[in-house]
């Protein structure tokens, strides 16, 4: 059993590209307990740099080893940054925030009201994909969707504990602060 689904079957998988019938029996049946190593081993082949990646955080985002940190970085390379530090804030973002814009993605009467809610996007500068979508009220602090704890992960989960420990704690609200120090001098 250790060996299926091939490595070859979860790249279809990740790629979309299995029939239904397929995938519903992976689900359905009990996980190889290698599976976590073989995923990594099909996104890290397909990733034009060499640093190990910990934890894929998206379509194209990855938590990378670089030396001794953790970086957050774009498939093509872009790297936004300690995985403590929220990657939106390295992002380029488009806010839809008025009726014209949210019109676009939602025609009719569907449209919600720019008053209550708008919709940011968020881009790799480096290659241009798009990487999330939020919708929040206006305002609203740019939300911080995942800050997972790589220690804990992969101690208990994996029991391949990582070399040196990082306590995963939101540091946004530093990197935010450091920007504003140098906006004053
Ligand atoms: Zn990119």
């Given at each position: 059993m250790g060996s299926y689904p091939t490595k070859e079957v979860l790249s279809d998988l990740i790629d979309g590209t299995l029939d239904w019938p397929r995938v519903k029996q992976i689900m359905s049946s009990p996980k190889d307990p290698d599976r976590f190593a073989k995923y990594l081993a099909v996104l890290q082949e397909r990733v034009p740099w060499r640093q190990r990646i910990?934890?894929?955080?998206?379509e194209h985002l990855y938590i990378v080893a670089k030396g001794a940190k953790r970086i957050v970085k774009c498939g093509c390379g872009r790297e936004f940054g300690d995985?403590?530090?929220?990657?939106k804030l390295r992002a380029l973002v488009y806010v839809r925030n008025t009726a014209e814009s949210l019109e676009q993605l939602y025609?009719?009467?569907r449209c919600p009201d720019p008053q209550w809610c708008e919709v940011r996007e968020f881009y790799c500068p480096?290659?241009?994909?798009?990487?999330e979508v939020e919708s929040v009220?206006?305002?609203?602090?740019?939300?911080?969707?995942f800050l997972p704890d790589l220690d804990g992960f992969y101690a208990k989960w994996l029991g391949e504990p990582l070399a040196e420990e990082m306590p995963a704690e939101d540091r946004s609200t530093a990197l935010t602060r450091g920007w504003a120090r140098e906006e004053g001098k």
């Open positions: 910990l934890l894929p955080l998206g995985w403590r530090e929220n990657w025609p009719g009467p480096g290659c241009g994909a798009q990487l009220p206006p305002g609203y602090p740019i939300t911080f969707d």
